[in-house]
């Protein structure tokens, strides 16, 4: 009897103990709300709060409308030359956002940061369709500015990753609109 209990103790702790190492091996990087746009920028997390701080604070609030993933490639359907050119781009916006130290050193200090992953009630936030990535400024006044926009007539507010010195154009035109009009 005292064989058996030694041996099924010696198992119970091998177990454990594999189990725990298993348990480690599979670290998570934690979410948050950056979503890899820069972990260094506060981010508010709705679309509400983000109009309340700019009011609040007389900053403009910058939206990134995106998607986490290509839906495409979750649910395995077939992938259009277009579809794709644009995923490939949009991982490559949110790499060169991130690496950028203007933009990113521009977007703690000035701006209410909000990235969405689903459209919000205001239209004005969609005015030429829903489509991502789309990147919008509200300024303090809580008006949308839909006359900051992006090089391309048929997605006004969408840039790509050689757009970064004109996304930050538009970021200085955003702080000087507030010193202007309001």
Same mark, same amino acid.
Not at 40 to 55: P, S
Not at 94 to 119: G, R, S
């Given at each position: 009897?005292? &064989?058996?209990? #030694?041996?099924?103790?010696?198992?119970?702790?091998?177990?454990?103990?594999?189990?725990?190492?298993?348990?480690?091996?599979?670290?998570? %990087?934690?979410?948050?709300?950056?979503?890899?746009?820069?972990?260094?920028?506060?981010?508010?997390?709705?679309? @509400?709060?983000?109009?309340? +701080?700019?009011?609040?604070?007389?900053?403009?609030?910058?939206?990134? &409308? &995106? #998607?986490?993933?290509?839906?495409?490639?979750?649910?395995?359907?077939?992938?259009?030359?277009?579809?794709?050119?644009?995923?490939?781009?949009?991982? /490559?916006?949110?790499?060169?956002?991130?690496?950028?130290? @203007? %933009?990113?050193?521009?977007?703690?200090?000035?701006?209410?940061?909000?990235?969405?992953? &689903?459209?919000?009630?205001?239209?004005?936030?969609?005015?030429?369709?829903?489509?991502?990535?789309?990147?919008?400024?509200?300024?303090?006044?809580?008006?949308?500015? /839909?006359?900051?926009?992006?090089?391309?007539?048929?997605?006004?507010?969408?840039?790509?990753? +050689?757009? %970064?010195?004109?996304?930050?154009?538009?970021?200085?035109?955003? #702080?000087?609109?507030? +010193?202007?009009?309001?």
């Amino acid at each position: 009897m005292l &064989h058996s209990t #030694l041996a099924l103790s010696l198992l119970l702790i091998a177990v454990s103990s594999n189990l725990a190492m298993a348990i480690k091996k599979e670290k998570r %990087i934690p979410q948050t709300l950056s979503r890899g746009w820069g972990d260094e920028i506060t981010w508010v997390q709705t679309y @509400e709060e983000g109009l309340y +701080q700019a009011k609040k604070s007389n900053k403009p609030l910058m939206v990134i &409308h &995106h #998607l986490e993933d290509c839906q495409y490639c979750q649910e395995g359907k077939a992938v259009f030359e277009m579809d794709l050119k644009m995923t490939v781009s949009f991982l /490559a916006l949110k790499k060169a956002f991130a690496e950028n130290e @203007e %933009i990113q050193e521009m977007a703690q200090n000035n701006f209410v940061m909000l990235n969405l992953m &689903h459209e919000t009630t205001d239209k004005n936030l969609s005015p030429d369709g829903q489509y991502v990535p789309r990147i919008m400024f509200v300024d303090p006044s809580l008006t949308v500015r /839909a006359d900051i926009t992006g090089r391309y007539s048929n997605r006004l507010y969408t840039y790509e990753p +050689q757009d %970064i010195p004109f996304l930050i154009e538009n970021m200085k035109k955003a #702080l000087r609109l507030i +010193q202007t009009e309001l």
